[in-house]
């Protein structure tokens, strides 16, 4: 999968977990449960540290917050999902739905 392939998958699916996290705020415990165990795997990778310290400040953010920034079109919100915490969020089914439709569409494009 290209990278703008990847972009506009992650991109949907951030916008899905923006769109459930209002009625789902246990997410953001799931986010941050996610980030602490990546923190312990990837300790010697300072690049990685500051991604997760980035987003335990915007976890730390009201949810229209944590919202918007999951579904920016901006090179902030991009950067950012390309470390999401939300994994797991979105049930398999859903997340393999995403990435064949974008699979297919990319192919269909060629």
């Not at 990778?45 to 976890?59: F, K, P």
């Not at 920016?72 to 049930?91: D, I, K």
Request: charged letters at 25%; a neutral charge.
């Amino acid at each position: 999968m290209n990278h703008g392939v990847q972009d506009e998958t992650s991109l949907e699916m951030s916008r899905r977990i923006a769109a459930g996290l209002p009625e789902h705020p246990e997410w953001i415990d799931v986010a941050r449960a996610n980030l602490s165990r990546w923190a312990k795997l990837n300790a010697g990778s300072h690049a990685l540290q500051r991604n997760y310290a980035e987003w335990l400040r915007w976890l730390d953010r009201p949810v229209h917050d944590i919202c918007s920034i999951l579904s920016a079109e901006t090179e902030e919100g991009q950067r950012l999902r390309q470390n999401s915490p939300f994994a797991g969020v979105l049930s398999a089914a859903e997340v393999w739905e995403i990435k064949a439709r974008h699979r297919r569409h990319a192919t269909n494009a060629a």
